[in-house]
Nanobody, 122 residues
């Protein structure tokens, strides 16, 4: 069983930055993809970014967020810059252990973390 643990969330003012971390219980390079999703109150979970052979980003975060991985630390990061109030959500890390094709879809992932809250004040 793969365990994912997110950290790094918090409260930040608009325009600020945060870096989320996702620690895994397995070697990240054994996963086909690692992803970040988010869910705001009253909304469905949505794709943010994924790291497979390269980074994939939602249009809403393109140019502001960067996903990266450190295989030596078995950790995936989400660097979030120029944060906006609409980025406020619980952010979830996810891992896919097989080829699924479209890693922007939540069904492509087999394991999920418990989430970390990000709040951006205006």
């Amino acid at each position: 069983q793969v365990q994912l643990v997110e950290s790094g969330g918090g409260l930040v003012q608009a325009g600020g930055s945060l870096r989320l971390s996702c620690g895994t219980s397995v070697r990240t390079f054994t996963m086909y993809a690692m992803g970040w999703f988010r869910q705001a109150p009253g909304k469905e979970r949505e794709f943010v970014a994924a790291l497979s052979r390269s980074g994939i980003y939602a249009d809403s975060v393109q140019g502001r967020f960067t996903i990266s991985g450190d295989n030596a630390k078995n950790t995936v990061y989400l660097q979030m810059n120029s944060l906006k109030p609409e980025d406020t959500a619980v952010y979830y890390c996810a891992a896919s252990q097989g080829y699924r094709g479209d890693y922007t879809m939540s069904r492509a992932y087999d394991y999920w973390g418990q989430g970390t809250q990000v709040t951006v004040s205006s």
